[in-house]
């Protein structure tokens, strides 16, 4: 791709490269350079252990050999079924170290979903959690009896078993089940045969999230990934050794790329709590005194809200950034208030291996006048936008709404078997994302919706994140969704869901007059609904299409 001036690298930090080297050409080269120059230093925190990078390489070793031993090898799938815990990890490096292509899969699906993502990817080897080998997991893998199976415990690798997380939770072992730490003793000291890969190699399968149909397996490959961990390291200047906070589930992009793969990256101790709890974060946050974490803007409210939220709470931080989901203005200038730390946005998607366009560490996202969105940042390194029109395709001028197309070193090469969806969404290089979003002249991008979200109210465009960013100026929300409702005069007419802060009280007619007083009448909900809590995906993001019944 190009590597021409844009209007974006005015906005680049001083004396940094307009387009850096990528260092390594695969991610387990990654992981060996941290393990040659860091060997005794932390690479993973969980609770009350630490694994060094030395330890991390030894068991990743004792379990590739093991899996070889039972038939894996190269271009096989592994799939990780597991939570935010050490298993994860190793059983990544594993897998790469044979040649092997991970496949991330959210533990909390059930059985039908993972029967469908197994009937896709025909995984090798599966490697899960105990409690999950009791239930759907079970009676997926009895219809695939060549699987090899490793369980493993959240209980493992810790000693304190936070009640918070952990109540309620006993070993369990399924008869005729090798379990993951016996398996890494017992062929602990061996090595597997050293395996060559390129950037073309497939590293990992990650599949969408599977809203707009069934979920489809986005090929992430070495190349795509060595590229945006150093995107993260580059971009943010983070320093071999500054710790990172898994707050995002590292079966998803954010957390295979901002934890994961950056942690190997610059030989960084990752921290680990088994899943997202706010107590628990800050916890980890006073005892492990982390530089950096990325997640959903729902966990980073989570923190906020949190009653045991200090000022200080988060002073370890240098950078704090949110992706996944836009951010209302309100809500940065809430969480500055509380914590003195400024949120800046990165976006991407599973396709583009996580950051497209990232906000520079030193600066501050502008507002866009019109839409009043805040920006998602500028293209990255090597990375070209357009917006074009929706539905002709046709490029678009500074400042015009259309979908956003991204081009560059971390977009896949495509879909796991599916040659018709890849032609699709990637045509002639570019990745046609769905979103809907606008460039300004100076490179700043703001997200304006998903083009399926948009509502149409009697002819007029409403975006439901342009009137859920004032719901959230309004001193009593805590979190807001925006849906568009069948209606029999105007089409569709817009629908607020809503949940309040602790002890906070409103109305519908309170929350109608306050956005009638700054929007358009068209734009403001004539449906006002409460309820304690959004849904929303284990990644954070508010599930819209469960909130138009």
């Avoid at 200047?237 to 954010?254: C, N, V």
């Avoid at 807001?480 to 802060?501: C, F, H, N, Q």
Wanted: overall charge neutral; charged content about 20%.
């Amino acid at each position: 791709m190009s590597t021409a001036t844009h209007p974006w690298h005015r906005q680049y930090t001083a004396g940094r490269p307009l387009a850096p080297e990528v260092e390594h050409g695969d991610a387990l080269s990654m992981f060996r350079a941290a393990v040659a120059r860091a060997a005794s230093a932390p690479a993973i925190h969980y609770f009350d252990s630490t694994l060094s990078f030395a330890e991390v390489d030894a068991q990743s070793d004792a379990l590739a050999c093991a899996l070889l031993a039972r038939g894996v090898g190269r271009g096989d799938r592994i799939a990780l079924v597991l939570q935010n815990i050490p298993p994860f990890v190793i059983a990544l490096i594993a897998a790469w170290k044979l040649g092997a292509i991970a496949v991330s899969i959210n533990p909390m699906n059930r059985e039908r979903e993972l029967a469908l993502l197994f009937g896709d990817c025909t995984p090798k080897a599966v490697i899960g959690h105990e409690t999950a080998c009791r239930d759907s997991l079970a009676r997926v893998l009895e219809a695939r009896p060549a699987t090899i199976v490793v369980t493993t415990s959240e209980l493992d690798y810790q000693t304190r078993h936070d009640p918070r997380l952990l109540a309620g939770i006993e070993r369990h072992r399924a008869d005729g089940v090798p379990d993951f730490a016996e398996l890494v003793a017992r062929h602990r000291g061996q090595r597997p045969p050293p395996v060559a890969l390129d950037a073309a190699d497939i590293a990992l399968l990650v599949y969408t999230s599977g809203t707009t149909g069934l979920p489809k397996g986005a090929m992430n490959t070495h190349g795509n990934v060595a590229f945006t961990a150093q995107v993260y390291r580059d971009w943010i200047g983070l320093h071999d050794g500054d710790g990172i906070l898994g707050i995002a589930p590292l079966f998803h992009i954010t957390g295979l790329i901002g934890h994961i793969a950056l942690s190997l990256l610059i030989a960084a101790p990752l921290t680990l709590t088994y899943r997202f709890e706010p107590g628990v974060m800050l916890d980890a946050l006073r005892e492990r005194q982390p530089a950096f974490t990325i997640g959903a803007i729902t966990a980073l409210l989570a923190l906020m809200n949190h009653p045991a939220a200090r000022r200080d709470s988060l002073a370890s931080l240098r950078a704090i950034y949110s992706g996944g989901a836009p951010i209302a203005p309100a809500v940065v200038e809430q969480f500055e208030a509380k914590f003195g730390h400024y949120i800046r946005n990165a976006y991407g998607m599973t396709e583009s291996t996580s950051p497209a366009t990232i906000c520079p560490v030193d600066r501050r996202a502008p507002v866009d006048p019109l839409f009043g969105a805040l920006s998602i940042g500028v293209p990255t390194y090597r990375t070209d936008i357009r917006i074009v029109d929706a539905d002709t395709g046709a490029p678009l001028a500074d400042g015009e709404a259309g979908e956003i197309l991204i081009r560059g070193p971390q977009v896949v090469p495509g879909y796991w078997g599916k040659p018709d969806a890849t032609r699709d969404a990637i045509r002639d290089g570019w990745l046609h994302t769905g979103d809907i979003g606008v460039l300004d002249a100076d490179g700043w991008l703001y997200l304006v919706d998903r083009k399926k979200d948009m509502i149409n109210a009697a002819g007029y465009k409403v975006w439901p994140r342009e009137v859920e960013d004032v719901l959230y100026t309004h001193p009593a929300v805590r979190e807001a969704a925006v849906v568009g409702m069948p209606d029999a005069y105007r089409g569709e007419t817009v629908k607020a869901v809503l949940s309040l802060k602790a002890g906070a009280q409103a109305s519908s007619a309170e929350i109608i007059a306050h956005c009638r007083e700054r929007m358009a009448a068209y734009k403001v909900p004539r449906i006002v609904e409460f309820i304690p809590e959004l849904p929303k995906t284990v990644t954070g993001k508010i599930l819209r299409r469960e909130l138009r019944g």
